[in-house]
């Protein structure tokens, strides 16, 4: 299966430990997105990496968020101290495109839960 | 800022027969793209169609197709000769051309859709 894969796809840490997703995006693809979705919300946008370059980081991501695209291969995104309020659905995706072209391929997703 | 809206939670209908989402969205770019992806129960987010802001023409993939009308700022999913395999969330997502500097797309709240047999 070439598609893109997320490891773990659950998670359950206590409040305060520190959790590392990763993800493996389809080979070829030099863009890479990284989602959070909450129950009844569309995906909310985290980051994105082109190739190495993380490009852009939502305002919105605390600073306990940090994500990594060593070589431009695999991602990992690391919450450190979570909490309650990170539980959530972790969704990545990648992409080989422009513009209308760039599809993006989402991978199963990571479900989060802190207790 | 850009915003999605999807106002419909949930649209029912029949099998073989036609229903059509919903989504507005707000901008002031001239030039972006839309999408409507579709996330089956428990599994992977998939494109179901796209549409660049600059092409007057509703694209069309099948039995899926838009009706895009840029000034009143709406972009409606219709699916035709509908199947049970068509149940799933549907997502309304904007995405701004490459020239505004951001790479990120936002997604609506969803629709759920029920096919009833």
């Known amino acids: 299966d070439t598609g893109v894969s997320q490891n773990p796809r659950h998670k359950i840490t206590k409040r305060g430990q520190n959790v590392t997703f990763r993800c493996d995006p389809i080979s070829e693809h030099n863009r890479l997105y990284w989602y959070r979705q909450t129950l009844g919300q569309g995906p909310e946008f985290l980051t994105y990496?082109?190739?190495?370059?993380?490009?852009?980081k939502s305002r919105l991501l605390s600073d306990r968020f940090s994500a990594e695209r060593p070589k431009g291969s695999f991602s990992t995104l690391e919450i450190q101290r979570t909490e309650q309020g990170d539980s959530a659905m972790y969704l990545c995706?990648?992409?080989?495109?422009?513009?209308?072209?760039?599809?993006?391929?989402f991978g199963p997703g990571t479900r989060l839960t802190v207790l | 800022a850009q915003t999605v809206t999807q106002s419909q939670p949930e649209m029912s209908v029949q099998e073989a027969e036609t229903v059509t989402l919903s989504c507005t969205y707000d901008t002031s770019e001239s030039d972006y793209y839309l999408f409507w992806y579709k996330q089956p129960p428990s599994r992977q987010m998939i494109l179901v169609i796209r549409q660049e802001a600059y092409k007057q023409q509703n694209a069309t993939e099948n039995r899926f197709s838009v009706n895009f009308q840029k000034a009143a700022k709406s972009f409606s999913l219709k699916i035709s000769d509908s199947q049970l395999g068509d149940a799933a969330m549907y997502f309304c997502a904007y995405r701004s051309a490459e020239t505004s500097g951001t790479y990120k797309y936002i997604f609506g709240t969803g629709t759920r859709l029920k096919v009833l047999a």
């Open positions: 995706a990648s992409s080989l495109g422009w513009g209308a072209t760039d599809t993006q391929y």
């Open positions: 990496f082109q190739n190495e370059a993380q490009l852009e």
